[in-house]
């Protein structure tokens, strides 16, 4: 592998560094080329509908108007929701909701847009209190399946959170799947950051060597056959149905 590698055109979230693990080939298609784009489904909308809710109960304390939805009951999903938030904001010195972060290779916090870092994110509830501990939320609504449950998403938006906030020493994270109101938590403390950077080096320092060889493996998955949006793969099952 080269030691100069190509810088890249702008800095990763969870997600779309996920993308690359799972698939290069599906990571070129949405963010290189672009020649795929990630339909939205009645789920994601669901999904972006009980977001804005926790994001204006959280600013607010209350709601202008409950939504209806045909996919699923919202009043469901919001009261475990209004839970939480409830629970942990009065408790809170600080209180960032849907917070933008962005931290370079060396730990230092950059703005949003800035290309040069190593990892971004925006997370949906923060929380603060004054010794040190911060909590970390992130929604759910689909429902919880073990077998898909990755825990890397607010593990290394962790790391975001204890450059910005030098402060805090321990952080408590938290999935909440807003449907069933199931809670699967975790426990990071300072000291564990390094590892965290390491892991997250690695795979950006892959993403650059991609970009710079203009290397884009395809790996085959449970997904190629039925959900996957990039047709222009050997792998997608679609595709075949269209030949």
């Known amino acids: 592998m080269s ?35 990630k339909q939205d489904t009645p789920a994601t909308l669901f999904g972006s509908l009980i ?24 009043e469901r999903h919001f009261q475990h929701i209004k839970q939480i938030i409830d629970h942990y904001k009065p408790k809170s010195a600080q209180v960032y909701i849907e917070h933008e972060l962005n931290v370079s290779k060396t730990g230092q916090v950059l703005d949003w847009s800035d290309p040069s870092g190593l990892i ?14 911060a909590v970390l939320i992130d929604w759910k609504t689909g429902k919880f399946k073990e077998q898909y449950f990755d825990p890397k998403q607010l593990q290394w ?43 997250i080096l690695h795979w950006h320092s892959r993403l650059e060597y991609a970009y710079q060889a203009d290397s884009w493996i395809p790996k085959r998955s449970g997904l190629c056959k039925n959900h996957c949006d990039v047709l222009n793969c050997r792998f997608n099952g679609r595709r075949q149905l269209r030949l």
Do not use: W
């Not at 977001?51 to 045909?70: C, I």
């Not at 509830?125 to 010794?131: A, E, K, L, T």
């Open 51 to 74: 977001h804005a809710l926790a994001e204006e109960y959280a600013k607010n304390s209350h709601l202008s108007t409950m939504p209806s939805s045909d996919y699923d009951d919202p």
């Open 157 to 199: 938006n962790a790391l975001l959170i204890f450059a910005r906030f030098p402060e805090v020493q321990t952080l408590y994270f938290c999935y909440v799947y807003t449907g069933e109101g199931l809670q699967k938590k975790g426990k990071i403390e300072r000291k564990d950051i390094t590892a965290l950077n390491e892991q």
């Open 3 to 37: 030691l100069m590698l190509m810088s890249l055109p702008f800095t990763p979230t969870y997600s779309s560094l996920n993308t690359f693990i799972g698939c290069e080939r599906a990571y070129q298609a949405f963010y290189v080329t672009k020649e795929a784009i």
């Open 120 to 133: 971004r994110g925006r997370n949906d509830f923060i929380c603060i209190n004054d010794q040190g501990v």
